[in-house]
């Protein structure tokens, strides 16, 4: 049973900085991508920031420039440097971890709220 548990979450003021973790245990031959997504009240979950195990990233628009997805040194580990936060930022972010089968798994979350 592959279970991805996310860490890090928290307040914040607007302009302050935080790290989330991701670390996936159980039986996982080998990912193709891991990634952040984050769900914001009333509205759809979304891409935040995703990494491949080649270490190729990808960020939505709006995170560009203040956040930073990488891969730690722990197999199957990614984090997300969050600096610069904004109010928009507040949401539940998710952990992903994409198999080359196809197959995704999913994180509970951890909530980010930043005040203004």
């Known amino acids: 049973q592959v279970q991805l548990v996310e860490s890090g979450g928290g307040l914040v003021q607007a302009g302050g900085s935080l790290r989330l973790s991701c670390a996936a245990s159980?039986?996982?031959?080998?990912?193709?991508?891991m990634g952040w997504y984050r769900q914001a009240p009333g509205k759809q979950r979304e891409l935040v920031a995703t990494?491949?195990?080649?270490?190729?990233?990808n960020y939505a628009d709006s995170v560009k420039g203040r956040f930073t997805v990488s891969r730690g040194d722990a197999e199957n580990t990614v984090y997300l440097q969050m600096d610069s936060l904004k109010p928009e930022d507040a949401a539940v972010y998710y952990c992903?971890?994409?198999?080359?089968?196809?197959?995704?798994?999913w994180g509970k979350g951890t909530l980010v709220t930043v005040s203004s």
């Open positions: 992903k971890l994409e198999r080359f089968d196809g197959v995704n798994y």
């Open positions: 990494i491949t195990n080649g270490d190729r990233t």
């Open positions: 159980g039986i996982i031959i080998s990912y193709n991508v």
